[in-house]
């Protein structure tokens, strides 16, 4: 879960910017940020340079000359702009005379009050505001808690900010805003490692079927220029691939452009010959049945969907 903080700079003078907190390290007090447009690159920021946007945005209509406000403009022409501590010198209709003071000299700047907002008073992000607790991953699935989002729904279910995994420690890293998404997360965790386990054998699974798919489709170049392609049914779908008396194999013989089709009973694999690609395709669709059983979590039915490219 990436959220929305405001970022100062400390090579830019002072302004803060939009961004958004891609992964926290609460140890060191850091936190990894990106900016809005990409217009700097994602970079490292101690939490003392960040802080929430402000909840309450008041407009500036009521404000008169002299008060302090934060204006949002570039520090240069081509950069992104950032917030700006400032003060009302003049107010003229819809326009503001802003003076900004860089601590060696003063400037003044005119904008529209769609551009003003009062100072954000939200301190710097500290350590103290997060709390954080890792978990031992189990040793067969430390590979797969590195696959990007299959800590979402975990996260989502605890309310946790960042759920990560440490490849170095092998742990997995909770970061909440609250304690008790981590009391919630330590009662879970045992149940997400479960689910791990089972949608990895389910990946696994899927993977070996389709590697097998993928090997009883190669086709061949015949020594005739014809095509061939090897198709394995499991024994136990033998009897479905073949029809009642033979129709589903007779009715690929019959396909336009199929030159032979046989099966070698002992390896339960069709051979099928045909004048193209095209053909030999449309004959093992006729022939091609697959079974493949996989127990799923109960919270996972009518939610998994499993697609074979054949």
Not at 158 to 172: I, K, N, P, R
């Amino acid at each position: 879960m990436e959220f929305e903080v405001e970022v100062v700079l400390p090579n830019v003078c002072g302004a803060f910017y939009k961004a958004r907190i891609k992964g926290l390290d609460i140890e060191n007090g850091t936190a990894v940020v990106s900016f809005e447009k990409n217009w700097q690159p994602t970079t490292t920021a101690q939490l003392s340079c960040i802080r929430y946007p402000p909840t309450d945005v008041t407009t500036v209509q009521s404000l008169e000359a002299g008060s302090q406000v934060e204006a949002y403009l570039p520090h240069k022409e081509g950069e992104e702009p950032g917030w700006w501590i400032g003060k009302i010198a003049k107010i003229k209709g819809e326009l503001y005379v802003l003076e900004f003071n860089d601590g060696h000299s003063t400037y003044t700047d005119i904008l529209e009050k769609e551009k003003l907002r009062l100072p954000n008073k939200n301190p710097p992000l500290s350590n103290l505001q997060f709390f954080t607790k890792t978990y031992l991953v189990p040793v067969e699935i430390q590979d797969y808690c590195k696959t990007p989002g299959v800590h979402q729904k975990f996260r989502d279910k605890v309310g946790a900010l960042f759920v990560s995994y440490d490849s170095t420690e092998q742990y997995m890293v909770v970061v909440a805003s609250v304690q008790r998404c981590i009391e919630k997360a330590s009662l879970l965790i045992d149940i997400h490692f479960k689910n791990l386990r089972t949608m990895y054998m389910l990946q696994s699974h899927n993977e070996e079927a389709q590697q097998k798919i993928q090997e009883s489709q190669k086709q061949k170049q015949h020594p005739t220029g014809k095509f061939v392609e090897e198709v394995y049914v499991p024994q136990s779908m033998l009897g479905i691939a073949i029809g009642s008396g033979g129709s589903n194999v007779g009715a690929a013989r019959s396909i336009t452009g199929v030159v032979s089709v046989d099966l070698d009973d002992s390896t339960s694999t069709f051979t099928i010959v045909g004048d193209s690609k095209e053909v030999v395709r449309e004959a093992r669709d006729l022939l091609e049945y697959t079974v493949e059983t996989i127990s799923i979590p109960r919270e996972y039915a009518g939610h998994l969907q499993i697609t074979y490219v054949t």
